[in-house]
């Protein structure tokens, strides 16, 4: 059994941050590293996207650990599976209506509201009802997590990467971890993994993770074929 494992973060490793659909090398390397490695993907996007991005792997980490997809198991933790914060995200999706956001409503596999993402690079400064969400999401107890750039997630509750890789690991039976991340939500990932790879790219200058290998993301595919 293969008790190796590389996890991926999607946007700003796998794929251009704003861009949807993976980069062109993408496929083609995961189907060589699936020779001797687990592969999953861990990201704040819903699991459903990412099993249609990424087919090739192993085991999906969505909606930042909110969803697991491993093993032949679905796992949630309790508190995602409250309806009327479920109900809360998606009357509070309806509010965001200034046409420059990028807004995500994060479902999961089986049809529920588990998140919002909300990014607003494109405005000239931020929208008074992404002020106004994020207000009232603190305010109904939605768990919101917020980035050092023009972006913020709004959770039906408390979650993180690091948390959904635990249960994954368990499922899997993976005893070694090269987690592959770029955003302040993969730091506590860095932390907890044997190899943590920080990938750079022109959206996170401003973070410096410590005890991290560093590569920048068009340098990827050769650092992974090292890897072979």
């Keep these: 059994m293969v008790d190796r494992a590389l996890v991926f973060d999607y ?13 062109p090398w993408v496929q ?20 459903s996207f990412l099993v249609e ?24 933790p309790l508190r995602a599976l409250d309806e009327r914060r479920s109900r809360d995200v998606e009357e509070l999706y309806e509010r965001l209506r200034e046409p420059c ?26 929208p008074a009802d992404v002020v106004a969400v994020e207000e009232e999401s603190e305010k109904r107890g939605l768990f919101v997590f917020k980035y050092q750039r023009p972006f913020i997630e709004v ?33 506590e990932v860095f932390g907890e993994v044997e190899h943590p790879v920080f990938v750079r790219n022109e959206y996170n ?15 990827l595919p050769a650092f992974l074929k090292r890897l072979l």
Aim: net charge positive; charged share 25%; glycine share 12%.
């Design 11 to 23: 946007d700003g490793v796998l794929a251009e941050i704003g861009k949807d659909i993976p980069l």
């Design 28 to 47: 083609g390397v995961l189907r060589e590293l699936k020779r001797k490695y687990r592969l999953l993907i861990a990201s704040t996007r819903s699991t």
């Design 53 to 76: 991005q990424v087919p090739s792997a192993d085991a999906y980490i969505g909606v930042n650990g909110l969803e697991v997809l491993a093993g032949g198991y679905l796992v949630y």
């Design 101 to 126: 956001l990028r807004v995500e409503l994060k479902k999961s596999l089986l049809g529920r509201a588990l998140g919002l993402g909300v990014g607003w690079r494109r405005c000239p400064s931020k």
């Design 155 to 187: 959770y039906v509750a408390e979650t993180s990467k690091a948390v959904g890789l635990r249960v994954a690991r368990a499922l899997l039976g993976v005893s070694e971890v090269y987690f592959f991340g770029d955003s302040e939500s993969d730091i």
């Design 205 to 219: 200058r401003h973070l410096s993770p410590p005890g991290v290998v560093e590569v920048w993301q068009q340098d």
